[in-house]
């Protein structure tokens, strides 16, 4: 397969650091002007640089190489419709977690690598979705532990001021506007 190579990398907020991500890819010879970035979550699909990466730079021929197969999605579902796109659309994905990926079979033998890839990303889905699962299960019992012990969670509760009677009752006289008041 000739064609262009990408990179995608992504990590789920802006604290994190895709440093990791991006050294993997060069290693691979990802040029940086063709590795695509987002700091936003797996659990959409409508993140800006995969969408601008999908619609308007690979083309059919093209390669993209993404570090570990959750970086496309955290749903197998996800995970699935991504790659009968890229199948779809004659667009190899190399995952560099996944060193069957990495394999370049004679032209007529890539049928091989399906079979093998689908097996490999049914397991990784499914892995990939039970970790989601436990982050959200963790999350859960951790806050019902904090509430238990008597944690104030959340944003702080507004505090009224002093004198919150005494503006309410002029509000409600008609003696000050509402904006006064506030």
């Known amino acids: 397969m000739g064609g262009k190579v990408f990179g995608y990398a992504r990590v789920s907020n802006r604290e994190q650091n895709l440093a990791r991500q991006i050294k993997a890819l060069k290693e691979q010879g990802v040029e ?3 590795i695509i970035v987002d700091k936003d979550s797996g659990k959409a699909m409508n993140r800006s640089g995969y969408q601008a ?3 308007t730079m690979l083309q059919r021929g093209d ?15 996800g995970i699935r419709g991504e790659l009968q796109y890229f199948r779809e659309n004659g667009i190899r994905l190399k995952v560099l977690d996944l060193p069957t990926t990495m394999i370049d079979l ?9 079979i093998v890839s689908s097996i490999l990303i ?6 990939a979705e039970q970790v989601q699962a436990n982050i959200k299960q963790r999350q859960a019992e951790g806050i019902a532990a904090a509430r238990e012990r008597g944690a104030e969670l959340g944003r702080p509760k507004a505090q009224k001021p002093a004198n919150w009677d005494a503006v309410i009752a002029e509000w409600k006289e008609g003696k000050i506007t509402a904006k006064q008041a506030m």
Do not use: H, M, Q, Y
């Not at 390669?63 to 579902?77: A, E, F, G, P």
């Not at 049914?122 to 892995?127: A, D, K, N, P, Q």
């Open 106 to 114: 004679p032209v007529g033998k890539e049928w091989a690598f399906d």
């Open 63 to 77: 390669t993209l190489v993404v570090k570990s197969l959750d970086r496309l999605s955290r749903r197998k579902i």
């Open 53 to 55: 990466l999908k619609n």
């Open 122 to 127: 049914e397991v990784l889905g499914t892995i």
């Open 32 to 34: 940086d002007r063709c």
